[in-house]
């Protein structure tokens, strides 16, 4: 014998499991103010292992700058995520590879950005 949940019941455990599924991802991670533009800001509760030891493949064109690749933290654990070549958006342009600072009892990812 099946017993179904009343109507009420059912609703609200569909959106209990939708609020909980919304919750889960960012368990680690602290969104930043609205302020921020739109930036999310991604701690982890302790420093990232070493990084691993890359071989840079061949740049697919002159322009082109090799991002090194660095832990990502994905709210639970840390996981790598390969380097890649991205485009200098001009002759000056200087890329500064993303990494991770501690801060606040945590540490925090900055993202690699030209200047």
């Known amino acids: 014998m099946r017993v179904r949940a009343s109507g009420m019941k059912r609703t609200f455990l569909l959106r209990a499991a939708s609020a909980l599924a919304l919750l889960v991802p960012l ?3 602290y969104v930043a103010p ?10 982890a509760p302790y420093a990232p292992p070493t990084p691993r030891y890359e071989v840079v ?6 322009t082109a700058i090799w991002d090194p690749g660095h832990w990502h933290w994905n709210g639970v654990a840390y996981v790598w995520e390969a380097g890649h070549w991205v485009e200098r958006p ?11 600072v501690a801060r606040e009892g945590g540490w925090v990812w900055v993202g690699g950005h030209w200047r």
Not at 57 to 62: F, G, H, K, R, V
Not at 92 to 99: D, I, L
């Open 27 to 29: 368990a680690g991670c």
């Open 34 to 43: 609205p302020h921020a533009r739109g930036v999310v800001e991604i701690r």
């Open 90 to 100: 001009h002759v000056r342009a200087v890329w500064e590879p993303g990494h991770w």
């Open 57 to 62: 493949p061949t740049a697919p064109y002159e």
